[in-house]
């Protein structure tokens, strides 16, 4: 069974400008989680999705965002890039059926903001 | 690598010597814990899991130990060989609550493995 997938794998943006990430989960995964991974403050939870809704969100300003399709893929999308947005974008997926349930990791998009 | 800024906790052992790798979690509610190992640009792997109701589990080579009182997790990886060598992140989840989908990892231990 292939594992997560997620593109691009390396990204270079200019302040101002916005991105598109891309993530396939394990087949038949119905919940994607987004991670951000800076040296500075670790692995932080952006947002999980389950069946095209978001069901949790961290601590990030409005200008990240995302989506989940019907087959499951998932989209982030950052607007108005920052030098600090440069990171590893991880997503994760798991069956969503509930709580306390292994997430597999992608091996990420690498991000950098110029 | 991508911890460098936070000045992680390393941990240097010689091959075939026992390791064990410490995590502090935060949350008393937290219910569902995790061991991810990840390598130099690669995504976190799992490598084991354990839930409250439990203080032990075991797997190939390597064992969780849960200490609830004291909010403390390890990690033992047995006969530690070069391929062991990543940062290792332990992950908890209130899987009572409404965290769906959402785990906080710690700061991360960088394991070496001298051959």
């Known amino acids: 069974k292939a594992g997560v997938t997620q593109t691009p794998r390396y990204l270079i943006k200019t302040r101002g400008q916005q991105v598109t990430l891309s993530c396939s989960p394990i087949?038949?995964?119905?919940?994607v989680s987004w991670y951000q991974q800076t040296p500075g403050q670790g692995l932080q939870f952006l947002f999980e999705y389950f069946s095209e809704t978001q069901r949790n969100k961290g601590n990030f300003p409005g200008r990240f965002s995302g989506r989940q399709f019907s087959n499951s893929r998932s989209e982030m999308n950052v607007s108005t890039l920052e030098l600090g947005d440069s990171a590893l974008y991880l997503c994760a997926s798991s069956w969503g059926q509930g709580d306390g349930e292994t997430q597999y990791f992608g091996p990420g998009t690498r991000l950098l903001v110029l | 690598g991508e911890n460098v800024g936070l000045h992680l906790p390393t941990l240097s052992v010689q091959e075939g010597d026992n390791s064990i790798i410490n995590c502090a979690y935060s949350?008393?509610?937290?219910?569902?814990f995790i061991w991810y190992k990840q390598e130099s640009g690669k995504g976190p792997q799992f490598i084991i899991d354990?839930?409250?109701?439990?203080d032990k589990r075991q797997g190939q080579r390597v064992t969780v130990l849960l200490n609830k009182t004291v909010k403390h997790l390890s990690l033992q990886i047995a006969a530690t060989q070069p391929g062991d060598s990543a940062v290792y992140f332990c992950?908890?989840?209130?899987?009572?609550?409404?965290?769906?989908?959402?785990?906080?990892f710690g700061q991360g231990t960088i394991l070496t493995v001298h051959p």
């Open positions: 992950a908890e989840n209130n899987a009572g609550g409404t965290s769906y989908g959402k785990l906080t």
């Open positions: 949350n008393s509610a937290s219910d569902y």
């Open positions: 087949s038949g995964h119905r919940s």
């Open positions: 354990i839930r409250s109701n439990m």
